[in-house]
């Protein structure tokens, strides 16, 4: 079986693969360009969140059998396309759990006690001590949107630091002691903190938007470790300068990477490009499950 990975994944998955007899060709930095002319031969994508599958690629890759997404979400492939042409779309949804709800809760502490902009305040060389008071997290309210594997982890993790977890989900999450599940405008008037962790989709796409942030608490802190898209981003700018966002920790953008940096002229944005599942263990975890996943495939009986 022909490989062909598209996005960095671990040295080991690699290994692992050829040892198992695939052969795997790493072209990690492929262009979209490159990538239409290269794929015909291949029966195996791998792809993390760089490379997009949209129909042009599923229409010059005529042998693909299987394309693996080392992470979660899936948006950055045509799936019913695929799966029309016989393509199998598979993914590792666990794998980066724990580095995602880690991130948000930095981004929490982050946003709490101003670390970041007290850091460049220190590198200008300044010694601006009464700039930079926070508040505590402890008996803070968190609204989680989306109280699936991520959201869930971070709730245990809020929970334990003495937060009271409001928890919104557009399907039925059974109870759990460290979460009350809300309902949305409930969440909104209530939360000091607001992470959100759902997909991006045509019901989600924009579901953070004006009507929403004027019904948040005054002086808010949102967290988006999820899909750019999720929040818009300009009824976020005008949330902030009119004062109802006291700030904003982005990982995640509407157009990656950024282009429009309007948002990071605010001093209360603080952000990162897409790193959520970047951790050692995780990266450590999504290749030996693309790996696991490969292996299996490569050995399935002929149809
Ligand atoms: P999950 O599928 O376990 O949970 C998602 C939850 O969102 C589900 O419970 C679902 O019912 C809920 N949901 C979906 N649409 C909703 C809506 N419109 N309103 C309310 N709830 C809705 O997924 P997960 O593993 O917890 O991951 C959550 C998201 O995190 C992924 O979809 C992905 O977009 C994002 N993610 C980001 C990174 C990153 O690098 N920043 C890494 C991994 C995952």
Same mark, same amino acid.
């Given at each position: 079986?022909? !490989?062909?990975?598209?996005? %960095?994944?671990?040295?080991?998955?690699?290994?692992?693969?050829?040892?198992?007899?695939?052969?795997?060709?790493?072209?990690?930095?492929?262009?979209?360009?490159?990538?239409?002319?290269?794929?015909?031969?291949?029966?195996?994508?791998?792809? &993390? %969140?760089?490379?997009?599958?949209?129909?042009?690629?599923?229409?010059?890759?005529?042998?693909?059998?299987? !394309?693996?997404?080392?992470?979660? =979400?899936?948006?950055?492939?045509? !799936?019913?396309?695929?799966?029309?042409?016989?393509?199998?779309?598979?993914?590792? @949804?666990?794998?980066?759990?724990?580095?995602?709800?880690?991130?948000?809760?930095?981004?929490?502490?982050?946003?709490? &006690?101003?670390?970041?902009?007290?850091?460049?305040?220190?590198?200008?060389?300044?010694?601006?001590?009464?700039?930079?008071?926070?508040?505590?997290?402890?008996?803070?309210?968190?609204?989680?949107?989306?109280?699936? &594997?991520?959201?869930?982890?971070?709730?245990?993790?809020?929970?334990?630091? =003495?937060?009271?977890?409001?928890?919104?989900?557009?399907?039925?999450?059974?109870?759990?002691?460290?979460?009350?599940?809300?309902?949305?405008?409930?969440?909104?008037?209530?939360?000091?903190?607001?992470?959100?962790?759902?997909?991006?989709?045509?019901?989600?796409?924009?579901?953070?938007?004006?009507?929403?942030?004027?019904?948040?608490?005054? =002086?808010?802190?949102?967290?988006?470790?999820?899909?750019?898209?999720?929040?818009?981003?300009?009824?976020?700018?005008?949330?902030?300068?009119?004062?109802?966002?006291?700030?904003?920790?982005?990982?995640?953008?509407?157009?990656? @990477?950024?282009?429009?940096?309007?948002?990071?002229?605010?001093?209360?944005?603080? =952000?990162? @490009?897409?790193?959520?599942?970047?951790?050692?263990?995780?990266?450590?975890?999504?290749?030996?499950?693309?790996?696991?996943?490969?292996?299996?495939?490569?050995?399935?009986?002929? %149809?």
């Amino acid at each position: 079986m022909k !490989v062909l990975v598209c996005d %960095s994944i671990s040295p080991r998955a690699v290994e692992r693969m050829s040892k198992a007899g695939l052969e795997v060709d790493v072209d990690d930095k492929i262009t979209p360009e490159a990538l239409l002319e290269k794929i015909g031969p291949y029966d195996a994508m791998v792809v &993390r %969140s760089r490379t997009k599958v949209r129909k042009p690629v599923i229409d010059c890759a005529t042998n693909l059998k299987v !394309v693996v997404r080392g992470g979660v =979400g899936v948006d950055n492939i045509d !799936v019913e396309y695929a799966e029309s042409k016989g393509i199998r779309i598979l993914n590792t @949804p666990g794998a980066s759990t724990h580095a995602v709800a880690e991130l948000a809760l930095a981004y929490m502490f982050a946003l709490a &006690r101003p670390v970041v902009q007290a850091t460049e305040s220190m590198r200008a060389g300044l010694w601006e001590k009464s700039k930079f008071e926070g508040i505590e997290i402890a008996g803070k309210v968190l609204g989680i949107i989306g109280m699936g &594997r991520i959201g869930q982890a971070l709730a245990q993790r809020a929970a334990a630091l =003495g937060m009271l977890v409001l928890g919104y989900d557009s399907r039925t999450v059974g109870a759990a002691p460290y979460m009350h599940m809300v309902e949305m405008d409930e969440l909104l008037e209530k939360a000091d903190f607001i992470s959100l962790h759902i997909p991006l989709t045509e019901q989600s796409k924009h579901l953070i938007n004006a009507e929403m942030f004027a019904k948040m608490k005054q =002086g808010v802190r949102i967290v988006d470790c999820a899909r750019g898209g999720v929040i818009d981003e300009s009824a976020l700018y005008d949330a902030i300068v009119a004062g109802k966002v006291a700030g904003a920790a982005l990982d995640v953008f509407e157009n990656e @990477p950024l282009t429009d940096r309007k948002l990071f002229e605010l001093p209360q944005v603080i =952000g990162s @490009p897409h790193i959520g599942a970047s951790t050692k263990e995780a990266t450590g975890r999504i290749g030996d499950e693309v790996a696991d996943l490969l292996i299996g495939v490569s050995q399935e009986p002929c %149809s």
